[in-house]
């Protein structure tokens, strides 16, 4: 069987991480199939056209009414099918979803191969975040090569156990990502008066929302000269949690969007004195913007970014958020990243997988 290769991706943050390397395809003038399963819809559908990306095949799985098992067996079953009919023999896919997981077990069952971007993150609880720690914990088992974004990630992959063959260190897509748009958008990293905000992880749903969103109407009731930009999530939860807290009383110099187009987004953070996020994806572009994050989590499967002070954890605890955002906010030696290398790497990981996956 002639080698046939197929990109995977469901969500617009993986559809982010795959693009760099769909463009490596496109300069090497080599053939790849792509497919998009359709876990986020319209989200997804603009970027893919903003980035000039059709994909071969859309499998439109999500239904309001599916269940996460209803959900990932029809995955399973449309990409069976895909696999079949198309000749697939290499499969590659990002992240922790379900696409991810139901792509490695059919590659696993069809006895194909499967190559897993971003492996090796991981936190200490397998339920936290949920599913995503435990979706990537299975998948690195099956997968016969896992690209590690970081040094860390690669030692986690091989204390568990997987052979060293099947771990490539390449660094993180997102970064090839970020340098792509700035170069082509011609975007200049500044410092304005203003405070980038998104929140919408599934375990801040509730009170630690209802927290969160006091802490940010304080700081904005306190600070009336910042402008604090406040991207919101479609989920309906989360939206009612943050709104609920300004129903009173909603500071004029606090902004709220409807979910932004990637591209605004990037805009937006570049633009900031300051970064405010519970999100994974943010944490990982804050280096290369140089930006400090104010991480509304109780811990990251990303503690490089930690480690290399760009990102502080302050959870859901009002006080908290308040006291790191005046640490930082007033200091230019604390605002401004600098850092002499990027711990999520150089910019050229998509280069290096795709050299593996035609190996």
Not at 20 to 30: G, H, M, V, Y
Not at 48 to 77: C, G, M, Y
Not at 232 to 260: A, C, G, Q, S
Not at 288 to 315: A, F, H, Q, W, Y
């Amino acid at each position: 069987m002639s080698q046939r290769i197929a990109i995977v991706y469901g969500t617009r943050p993986e559809f982010l991480k795959v693009f760099p390397l769909i463009d490596q395809f496109r300069l090497q003038n080599e053939e790849v199939l792509i497919i998009n399963t359709g876990q986020h819809d319209d989200l997804l559908t603009n970027m893919e056209e903003s980035f000039d990306v059709k994909p071969d095949f859309r499998l439109s799985v999500q239904s309001l009414d599916f269940t996460n098992s209803n959900l990932v067996a029809k995955l399973i079953n449309s990409l069976s099918d895909l696999v079949h009919q198309e000749n697939i023999t290499k499969i590659v896919a990002q992240g922790d979803t379900f696409t991810v997981l139901a792509s490695s077990i059919v590659a696993f069952m069809e006895r194909r191969k499967f190559y897993h971007i971003e492996a090796g993150l991981r936190t200490a609880d397998i339920r936290m975040p949920f599913p995503e720690e435990y979706n990537r914990r299975v998948v690195s088992l099956g997968s016969d090569v896992n690209f590690a974004p970081t040094t860390l990630s690669q030692n986690n992959l091989l204390k568990e156990g997987i052979p060293q063959e099947k771990v490539l260190l390449t660094g993180n897509t997102i970064v090839d990502m970020i340098q792509y748009i700035l170069n082509k958008e011609n975007i200049e990293i500044e410092y304005q008066n203003k405070v980038f905000i998104t929140a919408h992880r599934r375990e801040n749903i509730g009170k630690p929302l209802q927290e969160i969103s006091q802490a940010i109407k304080e700081l904005a009731l306190e600070n009336p000269e910042v402008i604090f930009e406040w991207a919101l999530h479609p989920n309906p939860n989360t939206r009612k949690n943050i709104l609920d807290v300004f129903e009173d009383e909603k500071p004029d110099n606090l902004m709220f969007t409807e979910p932004l187009p990637y591209l605004e987004t990037i805009r937006k953070m570049t633009a900031a004195k300051l970064i405010i996020s519970d999100s994974g994806g943010i944490q990982e572009e804050a280096p290369s913007l140089r930006k400090r994050v104010l991480i509304l989590r109780e811990e990251t499967e990303r503690p490089e970014v930690l480690d290399c002070n760009c990102g502080v954890l302050v959870g859901s605890d009002l006080q908290t958020i308040k006291t790191e955002f005046y640490k930082i906010w007033n200091d230019e030696n604390e605002f401004v990243f600098q850092t002499e290398k990027n711990p999520f790497g150089d910019g050229k990981a998509s280069e290096k997988i795709l050299k593996k996956l035609l190996q």
